[in-house]
């Protein structure tokens, strides 16, 4: 994933970024017609969060998804999202996103992270 733009908001973000047709995610997702798969949206959401946010997040679990359009190899598309934490003091934070190409939505995603001590850093 190239990440074109990145904009950081008080309580969320925007990005647009582009997956490069050459990228191994479209091999064998369709062969004669590739589009991108919808887990690697997924994963880019939670990549994309836990970069605006500045310190290294995983996907805690998935709340509702929803795709309405495909991606294909080297379109710009947006991710814009809105993260609220969790009252406990368990570093959860719920995410509400929304991937689009245009005014046209490419899907809609409702899922919780948390802080990853595994990893070093944000991807």
Do not use: Y
């Amino acid at each position: 994933m190239e990440v074109i733009q990145l904009t950081p908001g008080a309580d969320g973000g925007e990005a647009r970024v582009r997956f490069a047709g050459t990228d191994p995610v479209f091999i064998g997702h369709f062969p004669l017609a590739p589009v991108l798969p919808g887990v690697v949206l997924i994963d880019a959401a939670v990549r994309l969060v836990s970069r605006v946010m500045k310190h290294p997040l995983r996907l805690e679990r998935l709340s509702s998804v929803k795709f309405c359009n495909a991606v294909l190899p080297d379109e710009e598309i947006g991710f814009s999202f809105k993260g609220t934490p969790e009252a406990d003091s368990s570093g959860r934070i719920k995410v509400r996103g929304r991937w689009f190409r245009g005014a046209e939505k490419i899907a809609e995603l409702i899922f919780f992270v948390v802080p990853d001590s595994s990893r070093g850093g944000a991807s």
